[in-house]
């Protein structure tokens, strides 16, 4: 249940980032609330999965997962550019979450 309850987490903090690129600085009212709300809705969702889920491996996957997902929402939705420097860094943080995750089963 700890993994379902991190897979809310993502799309919460995913949802959230998304909309507060899309309050403009908090100065549109209904993607500022969507903001507040999608992070509290995550942390939320955060702390359930501590329960079950060590804190280095759920904090791992949370952030990078996160990132991973809005650098292609970055592409997606803002026509942000595909460098190779960013493939590599995402690159890089999946291989951090499976490293962490690997290293944290013994």
């Known amino acids: 249940m700890g993994y379902v309850t991190l897979a ?10 998304t909309a507060m690129k899309y309050s403009h600085g908090f100065t549109r009212l209904w993607p500022s609330l969507v903001t507040a709300l999608g ?36 592409l997606l939705l803002f026509g942000e550019a595909l460098t190779l420097t960013k493939v590599a860094g995402i690159l890089l943080i999946v291989a951090g979450v499976v490293v962490l995750n690997v290293g944290g089963a013994h």
């Not at 809310?8 to 980032?17: D, F, L, N, R, S």
């Open 8 to 17: 809310g987490a993502i799309a919460a903090e995913v949802a959230a980032t």
């Open 39 to 74: 992070y509290v809705v995550s942390f939320s969702l955060l702390s359930r999965t501590l329960k079950t889920v060590g804190i280095g491996t759920a904090y791992a996957i949370w952030s990078g997962v996160g990132t991973a997902a809005m650098a292609v929402l970055g």
